[in-house]
């Protein structure tokens, strides 16, 4: 991080923390939507 | 600058495409609560179109890496 | 209703590479959740 902040200046590595940060978030949780949802696709589909 | 430039586009664009993600989620969920048979025929197009750009996601993230490394 | 994808990324995929997270110092998921998640939504169906 060090190397990191040398390069990006303090504040712009926050930012692109704070980026990267709520992206992998957001990431995991429509991740976690999209096999939720075909999950209960294939049920609804099961049991039309 | 242009570390920095390069990492604001990319986050834009992984933005953009979860921002996408964010209302095809909405609609699939909303598809499923109405209980219509049209609306299950669409949502596989609207799953299929979310897991397309979950990989779409993945590959800019390992584009970002690469060129964060490199750079 | 069920071309579905498959193809479907791992519950457990981390976005960010390890060395990414490292380099900005964050720190970092099953399927039990998504079968609890889904009988959940069905049910109320």
Do not use: A, N, V
């Given at each position: 991080p060090d190397d990191v902040v040398g390069i990006l200046g303090q504040k712009r590595f926050w930012r692109a923390r704070k980026a990267i940060a709520n992206q992998q978030r957001v990431f995991a949780v429509q991740l976690f939507e999209l096999h939720r949802l075909i999950k209960v696709q294939k049920l609804i589909a099961a049991s039309p | 600058p242009a570390m920095w430039e390069n990492l604001d586009r990319n986050f834009r664009q992984v933005q953009s495409v979860l921002d996408r993600n964010r209302s095809l989620i909405q609609q699939v969920n909303d598809n499923h609560q109405s209980r219509m048979a049209d609306n299950m025929s669409k949502n596989v197009a609207l799953i299929q179109e979310l897991n397309g750009n979950i990989s779409k996601v993945v590959n800019m993230y390992s584009d970002l890496n690469t060129s964060f490394s490199s750079g | 209703w069920e071309g579905l994808p498959s193809d479907l990324a791992s519950?457990?995929?981390?976005?960010?590479?390890p060395n990414l997270a490292m380099a900005f110092s964050i720190t970092p998921s099953t399927i039990q959740d998504v079968n609890r998640a889904s009988e959940t939504t069905l049910s109320s169906l």
């Open positions: - | - | 519950l457990s995929y981390s976005l960010i590479p």
